[in-house]
Structures are given as structure tokens and as C-alpha cells.
């Protein structure tokens, strides 16, 4: 049940990598004038894109734990 559970975790986690990546580069660019520049707005989509691939590497590394054979 351990293994199924943790073959679960990590199909969760690369998806929400995956559609994070994909919500970050499919959101809008700021046609306010505040000021914002386009090079601004690309570096936050960089930031968050960013997010979204630390959070399911980590969830795998700790997932790997408990995939190796134990000795």
C-alpha cells in the first residue's frame, strides 16, 4: 500500500509542476500603466514558474526515500 501511495505522490507532484509551468505561461502580461515593465513581468513569471518546479523536485526527493530497496 506504501508503494502505490507513494507512486500517487509522485503523479500528483510532476502534474502540479506540470499545469503550474503551464498556468504561470499562459497568464496575461500587465497592460496597466503602472509602471510595470514587460521585462518585470517576465522576470515574476520566471519567479513563480521557479516555484513550481522546486516544490514537486523536492516532494520527489523525499518520495525516493521510500522507493529505495531496503537493504
Request: proline residues 6%; without cysteine; hydrophobic residues 50%.
Amino acid at each position: 500500500m506504501q508503494k502505490i501511495a507513494t507512486y500517487l505522490f509522485i503523479i500528483s507532484s510532476v502534474a502540479f509542476g506540470v499545469l503550474g509551468i503551464i498556468l504561470v505561461i499562459t497568464l496575461p502580461g500587465t497592460d496597466t500603466p503602472d509602471g510595470s515593465s514587460d521585462i518585470n513581468t517576465f522576470i515574476w513569471k520566471l519567479i513563480v514558474a521557479d516555484v513550481f518546479i522546486i516544490l514537486p523536485s523536492f516532494a520527489l526527493s523525499l518520495a525516493g526515500k521510500y522507493l529505495k530497496p531496503r537493504s
